[in-house]
């Protein structure tokens, strides 16, 4: 059967919407929940004692939100520590309209059928003193995008605020939600629930019903014929103003009653419970390692060349020891060792080094005397608070005959000459005390 362009654009339309809801229902669906809700700014913190990291923000929100433990999350703990969420978890709230309820009782105030007879008004007083609000939210629990656990949760107002949801990976503690809003509060008054004849239920104040009951009984005493039926009394208290209004109850979207006017249940909408959520996740849940600080491992990675060149004594070479921090940050120190060298640093020996860094220190070698051509060794030794590395750098040093002054064997030259030095030092002294003891025997003789 040959298709009509009509038909043919058709079934392509058909077909590419199928197929983008095969899409969207295959990758949008399990990130549309959760990703789209908003993300509310938080305060972090981790108790170390108790091993959980602690959410805490101030919401007012009529729609979803998240409060989000985000992967690389980090606190200092005390001065060496650090504790690092390695993955990502959220808590999703989606908060549904809360409700106040409280008991109803049997309200006895009687209307006059007729000159002797009376009937009970069908009306339910409201336990003013009873009241209790619920806030109602959806709770999920998100880890890398993956949804753990979601359950209904019912916080009553007046009891303690504090809901655990269980994960695999141990359990997620909120703490107050549902905190009443700002500007809204339970109704209050004495209110009563009374029955019209059509079946409608009508909120009424308890001072108007019965200014309203009185006044129809007094005006019934005038009336005098068969007995009224509750509908002709209605519409007979209609007629002439006297049935009170409806009390205007703010933000409720709906008033239900529970059994036989047993409970009276105020829905609310528009509205959101607020205030400072706390949210407590523990630390396996989020994959959390603690990270010493100021603690680095220093790796010797690469000493070039090795082995040193053989080189004459007296000359120098110059060596170069690639160094990796496998630890985390802090300062490493580098220093060198050998009978048969001296050196001079070409770089600095000590530098901060961060968590994975490499660098490489410098240094220049000058080869020492030796008698004869030697095998060598220089000991690098690298160090830092988290841990130590050592290489052992080979080199050779050539003997160069004449550079160093042989010793010869016997007395060395020169031993004579030293003893004639003692001699004339002692002919010095001799003739020194003789002028001494002449001039003094001189001057004696003038004396006399």
Not at 91 to 99: E, H, K
Not at 218 to 226: E, K, L, T
Request: hydrophobic content about 40%.
């Amino acid at each position: 059967m040959e298709l009509t362009k009509q038909q043919a654009v058709a079934i392509g339309a058909v077909a590419v919407v199928i197929v983008a809801a095969l899409l969207l229902w295959q990758f949008a669906a399990p990130l549309s929940i959760y990703s789209y809700a908003k993300k509310v700014p938080i305060q972090l913190g981790y108790d170390e004692a108790q091993d959980y990291w602690i959410l805490s923000s101030v919401v007012n929100e009529q729609e979803r939100f998240r409060m989000v433990l985000d992967a690389n999350s980090e606190e200092t703990l005390g001065a060496d520590e650090k504790a690092v969420a390695e993955s990502e978890v959220g808590i999703m709230l989606v908060p549904q309209n809360p409700y106040s309820r409280t008991n109803l009782d049997e309200y006895h105030i009687s209307y006059r059928i007729d000159l002797v007879q009376w009937k009970r008004l069908p009306a339910f007083d409201v336990n003013d003193a009873g009241w209790l609000t619920t806030a109602k939210y959806n709770i999920g629990i998100w880890k890398n995008g993956e949804e753990l656990n979601n359950e209904n949760i019912e916080v009553d107002y007046q009891k303690q605020r504090v809901i655990e949801i269980e994960t695999p990976e141990g359990s997620v503690t909120v703490n107050n939600l549902g905190i009443l809003p700002q500007g809204v509060s339970v109704p209050s008054g004495d209110m009563v629930i009374v029955v019209d004849p059509y079946g409608e239920n009508h909120v009424f104040n308890k001072a108007d019903v019965i200014q309203w009951i009185n006044t129809l009984n007094d005006a019934s005493i005038y009336n005098i014929g068969p007995a009224y039926t509750y509908k002709e009394q209605w519409e007979y208290s209609q007629k002439r103003g006297w049935i009170p209004n409806d009390v205007q109850l703010t933000h409720v979207s709906e008033v239900a009653y529970e059994g036989e006017f047993d409970s009276l249940r105020l829905v609310y909408s528009g509205i959101a419970f607020a205030g400072d959520i706390a949210v407590y996740i523990p630390d396996d849940l989020a994959d959390t390692i603690i990270v010493q600080l100021f603690k680095p491992v220093p790796e010797i990675v690469n000493v070039s060349p090795s082995p040193l060149p053989a080189i004459d004594e007296g000359k120098s070479v110059d060596f170069s020891v690639e160094v990796k921090n496998v630890g985390t940050e802090g300062t490493v120190d580098i220093s060198c060792a050998s009978d048969a060298y001296s050196f001079n640093p070409l770089t600095a020996t000590t530098r901060n080094m961060q968590p994975e860094e490499t660098f490489t220190f410098k240094f220049r070698a000058y080869a020492l005397n030796v008698f004869s051509d030697k095998d060598t060794t220089i000991d690098i030794f690298v160090q830092g608070r988290g841990g130590t590395d050592t290489y052992n750098l080979e080199g050779r040093i050539l003997n160069v005959e004449g550079y160093t002054p042989e010793i010869p064997d016997g007395t060395p030259d020169g031993a004579h000459e030293g003893d004639m030095d003692d001699w004339l030092l002692w002919l010095t002294v001799g003739c020194v005390v003789a002028i001494i003891v002449v001039a003094v025997a001189v001057y004696a003789h003038r004396r006399r």
